[in-house]
């Protein structure tokens, strides 16, 4: 499983530089409107189940564009685990390096990788768990734009701690982007 999500990561990365930099080259960017030099403010929740239980995130992105649709920015997120009979909190940060492709003029996909840390604690049954450690969150979502500056996003995600494999899990997250000029 690590194996691979390494090798998932590594061909996402290497095809949105590949792609980018092809297209940067040889076409001009038939789209109105660009995000060439802008950046994206963005708030989300995330419903993130792990194995060791469930859990409501919410958080933050900021994004800055580098070019026509590579983009490099942070990320935060934290809340609540738990249900009646067990609590606990999880919260995670990083770098967030990403890519757009856009499929219409109000839909795009973006994917790409979050890299940082973070770490929880949860208890149940007077048994207590704690860790934490390096992130690897790769996603995928789609994109609707719903304003003439805002975007409204619905991912998945692989949330992948290599050194804890209790908070490893799949996330279905939403979010609301803001474009910034």
């Not at 001009?28 to 859990?55: D, H, W």
């Amino acid at each position: 499983m690590k194996n691979s999500m390494w090798i998932i990561t590594a061909v996402l990365l290497v095809l949105s530089i590949g792609i980018n930099a092809q297209e940067n080259w040889t076409t001009k960017y038939i789209y109105p409107e660009s995000y060439n030099s802008q950046s994206k403010s963005s708030v989300g929740l995330k419903y993130f189940s792990a194995s060791i239980g469930n859990a409501i995130l919410y958080g933050w992105r900021h994004v800055n564009y580098n070019s026509e649709k590579f983009f490099v920015g942070g990320t935060g997120y934290t809340g609540q685990m738990g249900d009646i009979s067990a609590t606990g909190t999880f919260s995670y940060g990083g770098l967030v390096l990403g890519y757009d492709k856009r499929l219409g003029n109000r839909v795009h996909a973006d994917y790409g990788v979050v890299a940082g840390g973070g770490g929880g604690k949860y208890t149940e049954a007077g048994t207590t768990t704690s860790g934490g450690g390096i992130i690897l969150e790769p996603w995928f979502g789609l994109n609707w734009r719903i304003g003439k500056t805002t975007d409204f996003n619905c991912a998945a995600t692989y949330l992948y701690m290599p050194n804890n494999d209790k908070f490893t899990g799949y996330t279905v997250a939403l979010r609301f982007d803001f474009a910034l000029q």
